[in-house]
């Protein structure tokens, strides 16, 4: 047998070793900070579907200014939207918290107009972007709502909402947010 067998053999079986060897299991993200980039003062351009689940393209637009503000470390942040248009003005507030645990993010939103808390949605950010569902209802119909953080940059981000009546098989966009840093 030649040297090169002998050779050929042992990392053979060095493979072997390696490949039966349980590899790690990487630790969970941390995701307790990744709403940090959007701290401070935005200028906001919005557009509303006028009436969601109806079938109708009919949107209307808005403009004004959202402020996120972090507390408690900013492991939770307070967002205050006031945007106005033809359509009438919309003041809101989201307070997302982060559960270490579950390594995910909260998102619970109010507004003035009803003074109702929203169902929270939760979910996490992966690579850039962040995506939230939870459940809530439109009238009388029982809905999926999803919510998509996208193409942030640090100056710039994009924001959309959308409704589903069929368990998320489908959706319909109904709100799409353009932030710029102020």
């Known amino acids: 047998m030649t040297r090169s067998f002998f050779a050929a053999a042992a990392l053979s079986l060095?493979?072997?070793?390696?490949?039966?060897?349980?590899m790690p299991t990487p630790a969970p993200h941390d995701g307790?900070?990744?709403?940090?980039?959007?701290?401070?003062?935005?200028?906001t351009q919005l557009k509303r579907l006028k009436r969601p689940l109806t079938g109708s393209n009919e949107?209307?637009?808005?403009?004004?200014?959202?402020?996120?503000?972090?507390?408690?470390?900013?492991?939770?942040?307070?967002?205050?939207?006031?945007v106005q248009g033809p359509a009438g003005r919309i003041q809101g507030a989201s307070l997302r918290l982060y559960e270490p645990q579950a390594h995910r993010w909260t998102l619970n939103f109010f507004n003035v107009n009803d003074g109702q808390l929203t169902s929270p949605m939760t979910g996490e950010f992966?690579?850039?972007t962040g995506t939230f569902f939870g459940p809530d209802t439109w009238?009388?119909?029982?809905?999926?709502?999803?919510?998509?953080?996208?193409?942030?940059t640090a100056d710039t981000?994009?924001?959309?909402?959308?409704f589903s009546t069929d368990s998320g098989k489908t959706w319909e966009l109904n709100w799409i947010a353009t932030d710029t840093r102020v």
């Open 59 to 82: 949107w209307v637009e808005y403009e004004g200014t959202s402020l996120i503000r972090g507390v408690l470390g900013n492991r939770a942040n307070i967002v205050e939207l006031d």
């Open 32 to 43: 307790s900070h990744d709403f940090d980039w959007e701290i401070g003062a935005w200028k």
């Open 139 to 152: 009238g009388d119909k029982a809905i999926l709502v999803r919510f998509v953080i996208s193409k942030v």
């Open 157 to 162: 981000y994009r924001f959309e909402q959308a």
């Open 126 to 128: 992966r690579d850039g």
């Open 14 to 22: 060095a493979f072997a070793a390696v490949a039966d060897t349980p």
